[in-house]
T-cell receptor
Framework: DAKTTQPNSMESNEEEPVHLPCNHS???????IHWYRQLPSQGPEYVIH???SNVNNRMASLAIAEDRKSSTLILHRATLRDAAVYYC?????????FGTGTSLTVIP | GAVVSQHPSWVICKSGTSVKIECRSL??????MFWYRQFPKQSLMLMAT?????????EQGVEKDKFLINHASLTLSTLTVTSAHPEDSSFYIC??????????????FGPGTRLTVT
Protein backbone atom coordinates (compact mmCIF):
# COMPACT_ATOMS: atom_id res chain seq x y z
CA ASP A 1 0.00 0.00 0.00
CA ALA A 2 1.14 3.47 -0.86
CA LYS A 3 2.55 5.57 1.96
CA THR A 4 1.20 9.05 2.47
CA THR A 5 2.68 12.28 3.72
CA GLN A 6 0.39 14.94 5.13
CA PRO A 7 1.09 18.01 7.25
CA ASN A 8 0.55 17.23 10.92
CA SER A 9 -1.63 20.27 11.40
CA MET A 10 -3.13 23.22 9.57
CA GLU A 11 -5.17 26.24 10.53
CA SER A 12 -7.82 28.11 8.64
CA ASN A 13 -10.03 31.06 9.32
CA GLU A 14 -13.72 30.40 9.30
CA GLU A 15 -15.43 30.86 5.93
CA GLU A 16 -12.15 30.81 4.05
CA PRO A 17 -11.07 28.03 1.66
CA VAL A 18 -8.75 25.33 2.93
CA HIS A 19 -6.38 23.27 0.82
CA LEU A 20 -5.21 20.07 2.50
CA PRO A 21 -2.32 18.43 0.65
CA CYS A 22 -1.35 14.78 0.53
CA ASN A 23 1.68 13.20 -1.04
CA HIS A 24 1.34 9.60 -2.20
CA SER A 25 4.25 9.21 -4.55
CA UNK A 26 4.25 5.38 -4.41
CA UNK A 27 0.61 5.04 -5.43
CA UNK A 28 -0.27 2.27 -7.87
CA UNK A 29 -2.06 3.00 -11.09
CA UNK A 30 -5.31 1.42 -9.96
CA UNK A 31 -5.40 2.81 -6.43
CA UNK A 32 -8.28 5.11 -5.67
CA ILE A 33 -7.55 8.10 -3.45
CA HIS A 34 -9.96 8.38 -0.54
CA TRP A 35 -10.33 11.17 1.98
CA TYR A 36 -11.96 10.68 5.34
CA ARG A 37 -12.20 12.91 8.35
CA GLN A 38 -12.55 12.12 12.02
CA LEU A 39 -13.95 14.29 14.75
CA PRO A 40 -12.80 13.62 18.33
CA SER A 41 -14.17 10.38 19.78
CA GLN A 42 -16.07 9.53 16.61
CA GLY A 43 -15.61 7.12 13.75
CA PRO A 44 -14.20 8.43 10.47
CA GLU A 45 -16.58 10.06 8.02
CA TYR A 46 -16.32 9.72 4.26
CA VAL A 47 -15.46 12.94 2.47
CA ILE A 48 -14.63 12.18 -1.13
CA HIS A 49 -12.69 9.85 -3.40
CA UNK A 50 -11.32 9.81 -6.93
CA UNK A 51 -9.04 7.99 -9.34
CA UNK A 52 -7.66 10.40 -11.92
CA SER A 53 -10.04 13.24 -12.56
CA ASN A 54 -10.87 16.00 -10.15
CA VAL A 55 -14.01 15.31 -8.18
CA ASN A 56 -16.61 17.50 -6.52
CA ASN A 57 -19.35 16.74 -4.05
CA ARG A 58 -21.37 18.71 -1.56
CA MET A 59 -18.68 18.46 1.08
CA ALA A 60 -15.49 19.16 -0.80
CA SER A 61 -13.47 19.00 -3.98
CA LEU A 62 -10.58 16.69 -4.71
CA ALA A 63 -7.82 17.81 -7.02
CA ILE A 64 -5.57 14.99 -8.21
CA ALA A 65 -2.20 15.74 -9.76
CA GLU A 66 -1.70 14.59 -13.31
CA ASP A 67 0.97 12.09 -12.23
CA ARG A 68 -1.28 11.03 -9.31
CA LYS A 69 1.57 11.34 -6.86
CA SER A 70 -0.26 13.95 -4.85
CA SER A 71 -3.75 15.21 -4.24
CA THR A 72 -5.38 18.14 -2.50
CA LEU A 73 -8.64 18.19 -0.61
CA ILE A 74 -10.36 21.52 -0.93
CA LEU A 75 -12.93 22.77 1.56
CA HIS A 76 -14.43 25.78 -0.14
CA ARG A 77 -15.60 27.59 2.99
CA ALA A 78 -14.34 26.22 6.26
CA THR A 79 -16.79 26.11 9.15
CA LEU A 80 -16.20 25.28 12.78
CA ARG A 81 -17.75 21.87 12.13
CA ASP A 82 -14.94 21.13 9.69
CA ALA A 83 -12.40 21.01 12.51
CA ALA A 84 -11.21 17.40 12.41
CA VAL A 85 -8.34 15.11 11.47
CA TYR A 86 -8.30 14.55 7.71
CA TYR A 87 -6.90 11.34 6.33
CA CYS A 88 -5.78 10.72 2.77
CA UNK A 89 -5.89 7.00 1.91
CA UNK A 90 -4.74 5.49 -1.37
CA UNK A 91 -6.61 2.23 -1.62
CA UNK A 92 -5.82 -0.69 -3.86
CA UNK A 93 -7.52 -3.64 -2.19
CA UNK A 94 -10.38 -4.00 0.26
CA UNK A 95 -8.48 -2.63 3.21
CA UNK A 96 -7.96 0.97 4.28
CA UNK A 97 -4.65 1.79 5.90
CA PHE A 98 -4.72 5.12 7.67
CA GLY A 99 -1.72 7.41 7.86
CA THR A 100 -1.19 10.11 10.45
CA GLY A 101 -3.54 12.63 8.86
CA THR A 102 -3.78 16.41 9.18
CA SER A 103 -5.43 18.01 12.16
CA LEU A 104 -7.39 21.01 10.91
CA THR A 105 -8.14 23.85 13.28
CA VAL A 106 -10.76 26.38 12.19
CA ILE A 107 -10.42 29.80 13.78
CA PRO A 108 -13.64 31.75 14.33
CA GLY B 1 -26.21 7.27 3.59
CA ALA B 2 -25.44 3.84 5.01
CA VAL B 3 -25.38 3.53 8.79
CA VAL B 4 -23.13 1.38 10.92
CA SER B 5 -23.73 1.09 14.64
CA GLN B 6 -21.62 -0.25 17.47
CA HIS B 7 -22.58 -1.52 20.88
CA PRO B 8 -21.66 -0.65 23.50
CA SER B 9 -20.39 2.87 22.95
CA TRP B 10 -18.18 2.52 25.99
CA VAL B 11 -17.32 -0.30 28.37
CA ILE B 12 -15.22 -0.72 31.48
CA CYS B 13 -14.04 -4.18 32.41
CA LYS B 14 -11.67 -5.72 34.89
CA SER B 15 -8.33 -7.13 33.91
CA GLY B 16 -8.58 -10.80 32.92
CA THR B 17 -12.18 -10.68 31.78
CA SER B 18 -13.50 -10.78 28.22
CA VAL B 19 -15.61 -8.16 26.52
CA LYS B 20 -17.65 -8.36 23.32
CA ILE B 21 -18.20 -5.46 20.95
CA GLU B 22 -20.91 -5.59 18.29
CA CYS B 23 -20.86 -3.94 14.89
CA ARG B 24 -24.09 -3.78 12.88
CA SER B 25 -24.90 -2.49 9.43
CA LEU B 26 -28.38 -1.06 9.86
CA UNK B 27 -29.63 -0.46 6.35
CA UNK B 28 -27.47 -2.64 4.14
CA UNK B 29 -25.96 -6.09 4.09
CA UNK B 30 -22.22 -6.23 4.57
CA UNK B 31 -20.30 -9.23 3.36
CA UNK B 32 -17.11 -7.62 4.62
CA MET B 33 -16.52 -5.69 7.81
CA PHE B 34 -13.31 -4.30 9.25
CA TRP B 35 -12.06 -3.74 12.78
CA TYR B 36 -9.68 -0.96 13.77
CA ARG B 37 -8.04 0.11 17.00
CA GLN B 38 -7.06 3.65 17.84
CA PHE B 39 -4.93 4.76 20.77
CA PRO B 40 -5.10 8.35 22.03
CA LYS B 41 -3.55 10.90 19.68
CA GLN B 42 -2.80 8.18 17.16
CA SER B 43 -4.24 7.08 13.85
CA LEU B 44 -6.49 4.12 13.20
CA MET B 45 -4.77 0.77 12.92
CA LEU B 46 -6.47 -1.97 10.94
CA MET B 47 -6.74 -5.11 13.04
CA ALA B 48 -8.64 -7.54 10.87
CA THR B 49 -10.99 -8.09 7.96
CA UNK B 50 -14.17 -9.94 8.84
CA UNK B 51 -15.87 -11.94 6.10
CA UNK B 52 -19.39 -13.27 6.51
CA UNK B 53 -19.41 -17.02 6.91
CA UNK B 54 -15.64 -17.45 6.98
CA UNK B 55 -12.67 -16.83 9.20
CA UNK B 56 -11.37 -13.35 9.71
CA UNK B 57 -8.10 -12.24 8.21
CA UNK B 58 -5.83 -10.63 10.76
CA GLU B 59 -3.18 -8.00 10.13
CA GLN B 60 0.38 -8.81 11.01
CA GLY B 61 1.05 -8.49 14.70
CA VAL B 62 -2.58 -8.84 15.80
CA GLU B 63 -3.17 -11.80 18.09
CA LYS B 64 -5.93 -13.99 16.69
CA ASP B 65 -6.58 -15.77 19.97
CA LYS B 66 -6.89 -12.53 21.85
CA PHE B 67 -9.14 -10.67 19.44
CA LEU B 68 -11.84 -13.10 18.36
CA ILE B 69 -13.94 -12.00 15.41
CA ASN B 70 -17.21 -13.56 14.36
CA HIS B 71 -19.22 -12.48 11.32
CA ALA B 72 -22.19 -14.82 11.52
CA SER B 73 -24.67 -12.75 9.51
CA LEU B 74 -24.65 -10.13 6.79
CA THR B 75 -25.45 -7.40 9.30
CA LEU B 76 -23.45 -8.32 12.38
CA SER B 77 -19.81 -8.76 13.24
CA THR B 78 -18.50 -9.11 16.77
CA LEU B 79 -15.08 -8.51 18.27
CA THR B 80 -14.32 -10.23 21.55
CA VAL B 81 -11.30 -9.07 23.50
CA THR B 82 -10.33 -12.07 25.59
CA SER B 83 -8.45 -11.87 28.88
CA ALA B 84 -8.32 -8.12 28.60
CA HIS B 85 -5.45 -6.19 30.12
CA PRO B 86 -4.97 -2.46 30.67
CA GLU B 87 -2.86 -2.20 27.51
CA ASP B 88 -5.95 -3.30 25.53
CA SER B 89 -7.68 -0.10 26.57
CA SER B 90 -8.38 1.70 23.33
CA PHE B 91 -11.00 3.04 20.94
CA TYR B 92 -12.28 0.21 18.75
CA ILE B 93 -13.95 1.13 15.46
CA CYS B 94 -15.62 -1.05 12.89
CA UNK B 95 -16.47 -0.32 9.29
CA UNK B 96 -18.52 -2.06 6.67
CA UNK B 97 -18.64 -2.26 2.93
CA UNK B 98 -21.92 -2.72 1.09
CA UNK B 99 -21.66 -5.58 -1.40
CA UNK B 100 -21.77 -5.20 -5.09
CA UNK B 101 -20.14 -1.79 -5.33
CA UNK B 102 -17.71 -1.03 -8.08
CA UNK B 103 -14.09 -0.26 -7.42
CA UNK B 104 -13.48 2.89 -5.46
CA UNK B 105 -16.26 2.18 -2.98
CA UNK B 106 -16.27 3.92 0.31
CA UNK B 107 -16.48 2.23 3.68
CA UNK B 108 -18.96 3.26 6.32
CA PHE B 109 -17.61 3.56 9.84
CA GLY B 110 -19.27 2.97 13.17
CA PRO B 111 -19.13 5.52 15.99
CA GLY B 112 -16.54 3.52 17.92
CA THR B 113 -16.42 1.74 21.28
CA ARG B 114 -14.25 3.06 24.09
CA LEU B 115 -12.80 0.15 26.09
CA THR B 116 -11.19 0.77 29.45
CA VAL B 117 -9.60 -2.15 31.27
CA THR B 118 -8.96 -1.58 34.96
Amino acid sequence: DAKTTQPNSMESNEEEPVHLPCNHSTISGTDYIHWYRQLPSQGPEYVIHGLTSNVNNRMASLAIAEDRKSSTLILHRATLRDAAVYYCIPRGGNQFYFGTGTSLTVIP
Amino acid sequence: GAVVSQHPSWVICKSGTSVKIECRSLDFQATTMFWYRQFPKQSLMLMATSNEGSKATYEQGVEKDKFLINHASLTLSTLTVTSAHPEDSSFYICSARPPGLAEGYEQYFGPGTRLTVT
